[in-house]
C-alpha cells in the first residue's frame, strides 16, 4: 500500500499563508499566493492535456514562473522535468522527446480554471515527482527518476545535519535544473520557510543579499565560494551555514572562508541520491572556532573533522554510506532513487 503525505505547498499555504515563499532580486510570493498560482497553473496544464503520470518539460529562469511550473506539475501529479537552459539544441531535443508539453512561458494565474481532479491534496511518496538529469561531470547526463519520498527524506536528513530556523532564508544561485538547486527550493516548501532564488550566480547580487537580506543558508561550489571572498566577504551577520560541495573544497579556501567568517560546512552528494548524501554537522563548526551559537559540539562531532577542517562530515541520518574495498562508495537508504539501485537496493 502506498504511502501519502499532505501536499507540501498546501500545508505550507494552510499552516504560515503570509510567510513568504519565494523571493527573486525583483518580486516575492507568499505561500498563500504561490499555492493560488500551482492551482492555477495545474487547471492550465490539465486544459493543454497534461494527465497525472505524465512528464512535463520545464524551460523557464529560477524564479515565481519556474516555482510555479514546478508546482502545478505537483498538484496535478505530472513528472517535471526541469530543462538546462545551457544546453544545445539537440541536447535540449533529446530530453524534451517522450515528454506531453514544454512550459517556455509562465502559466496562467486563473485559479478559476482549476480542473476538478486538481490540485491533488497528497503526495504518494512512491511516486515520481520530478525526472533530473546527472550535471555530467563523469559521463554524458542520464535522466535520474526522483520521487515523493526521496525528496522527503533528503529534507528530514538535512534537517537533522544543518537544523531548521522557521525564519530560514535559504539563497538559491544554482541551477533549478539541477538537483542541488531544485532540492532548495522543495525543502523550503516541506519546511514551510523561504527561498531566495536568483536567475544565476552573480558575485555582487549574492554578496548584497548574504550582507542585507538576512540570508540564514547559501548553497556553492568551491569556484563561487572564492569570488564571494575574492569580493570581501566577511562575517555576514545572519549567515548560520554555507553548504559548500559539487566538489573538493581545497584546504586553503576552507580555512580562509572560516577565517573571514564564513561558516562553510561541506557536503558530498549526487543526482542519484537525492542532492546530500554525507554532511559535517552544523554544530560540528564550534569545534574549529566558527558559527555564533557559542555551544560546545556535541559527543564526537570532532570526529567528523579531517585535515582540511571539517570534511564532508557524516552520512544523513538516513542514508547509509560504505567503502568498498575497491574504494567505490556505495549508498542505501531512502533518498536513493529507485532505479539507481542494484539487485541488491544499493547505490
Not at 94 to 106: A, K, N
Request: aromatic letters at 4%; a negative charge; charged letters at 15%.
Amino acid at each position: 500500500m502506498a504511502m501519502q503525505v499532505e501536499a507540501w505547498l498546501r500545508r505550507a499555504a494552510i499552516s504560515a499563508p503570509t510567510l513568504t515563499a519565494l523571493q527573486t532580486p525583483d518580486a516575492c510570493v507568499s505561500y498563500a499566493e504561490l499555492w493560488h498560482l500551482a492551482r492555477a497553473g495545474a487547471g492550465e496544464l490539465s486544459e493543454r492535456g497534461v494527465r497525472p503520470g505524465e512528464r512535463v518539460a520545464i524551460a523557464l529562469v529560477p524564479g515565481i514562473a519556474f516555482a510555479q511550473a514546478l508546482h502545478a506539475c505537483m498538484q496535478l501529479g505530472a513528472v517535471a522535468v526541469p530543462l538546462d537552459l545551457r544546453l544545445t539544441a539537440a541536447e535540449r531535443e533529446q530530453i524534451v522527446d517522450g515528454t506531453r508539453l514544454l512550459i517556455d512561458e509562465s502559466l496562467g494565474v486563473d485559479a478559476g480554471r482549476v480542473a476538478p481532479d486538481a490540485p491533488c491534496s497528497f503526495h504518494d511518496l512512491d511516486a515520481v515527482c520530478t525526472v533530473i538529469h546527472t550535471s555530467g561531470t563523469t559521463s554524458a547526463p542520464r535522466p535520474i527518476e526522483l520521487t515523493y519520498g526521496n525528496f522527503l527524506w533528503s529534507a528530514l536528513g538535512s534537517a537533522v545535519a544543518l537544523g531548521v530556523d522557521p525564519r530560514e532564508r535559504w539563497l538559491c544561485a544554482l541551477p533549478v535544473s539541477h538537483v542541488g538547486g531544485l532540492s532548495i527550493l522543495l525543502r523550503s516548501a516541506i519546511y514551510a520557510t523561504t527561498a531566495v532564488v536568483h536567475e544565476r550566480f552573480d558575485t555582487e547580487a549574492v554578496l548584497r543579499a548574504l550582507r542585507g537580506e538576512q540570508i540564514t543558508l547559501v548553497s556553492l561550489v568551491s569556484t563561487t565560494l572564492a569570488r564571494l571572498l575574492d569580493a570581501g566577504l566577511c562575517d555576514p551577520p545572519h549567515l548560520r551555514c554555507a553548504l559548500t560541495g559539487g566538489g573538493p573544497v581545497p584546504t586553503a579556501l576552507a580555512k580562509r572562508a572560516r577565517a573571514a567568517g564564513v561558516p562553510v560546512v561541506e557536503t558530498y552528494g549526487l543526482t542519484e541520491c537525492c542532492s546530500q548524501a554525507a554532511t559535517a554537522p552544523l554544530a560540528a563548526l564550534a569545534a574549529v572556532g566558527v558559527g555564533s551559537t557559542g555551544e560546545a559540539p556535541p559527543p564526537g562531532a570532532a570526529d567528523t573533522q579531517t585535515s582540511r577542517g571539517i570534511g564532508a562530515g557524516v552520512p544523513l541520518f538516513c542514508t547509509r554510506v560504505e567503502i568498498a574495498p575497491d574504494g567505490e562508495i556505495v549508498l542505501a537508504g531512502p533518498t536513493v532513487a529507485p532505479g539507481a539501485r542494484s539487485a541488491d537496493g544499493r547505490l
